[in-house]
């Protein structure tokens, strides 16, 4: 089964989930440089519903959010990475800087962020407002993050 589903295909897919009464936690990211910190994340979130969808930016998103030398990798290939993860349902790769389109499109029941986010602080509280999703926040693992794996890499 392909994990990775097109934004014309999302539609669809949520209507057969909500038909069988299954519960959607939704969260996104780039997920540049995959690291345990991403893994345990990713995996509590999905015990937070039936079925985990992940937002991943797209190439051009990280690019605004990150800098011009962002993205390590390409979306295809993180996409195809984090498709390996058993508790990820499904993926969906996103061009916008925000999830907003994702959270008014899949209405989950969860939104799931780090911890170093608050519900208001979230560039996304308006939309989760409107279709009163629950918001779950999830603390980091100290020391991970793909910043300091970059710059550890450039000071060696």
């Known amino acids: 089964m392909n994990k990775v589903i097109s934004n014309t295909d999302l539609d669809s897919l949520v209507s057969k989930i909500k038909e069988n009464k299954k519960t959607i936690a939704l969260t996104n990211g780039c997920f540049d440089i995959l690291h345990i910190g991403h893994a345990r994340y990713l995996k ?34 993180r996409a195809e990475l984090l498709s390996y993860f058993e508790f990820i349902d499904y993926l969906v790769i996103f061009t916008e800087s925000t999830a907003d389109n994702l959270l008014l499109s899949i209405k ?49």
């Open 44 to 77: 509590e979130a999905k015990s937070l519903a039936d079925i985990l969808i992940v937002g991943i930016n797209s190439d051009l998103s990280v690019k605004k959010l990150k800098g011009e030398n962002r993205p390590i990798n390409n979306e295809n290939d």
């Open 108 to 156: 989950p029941d969860v939104y799931v962020k780090g911890g170093d986010y608050t519900k208001e602080s979230l560039p996304e509280h308006i939309s989760i407002d409107k279709i009163n999703a629950k918001v779950a926040f999830i603390d980091f693992v100290n020391g991970y993050s793909t910043t300091n794996i970059i710059n550890r890499s450039k000071s060696n």
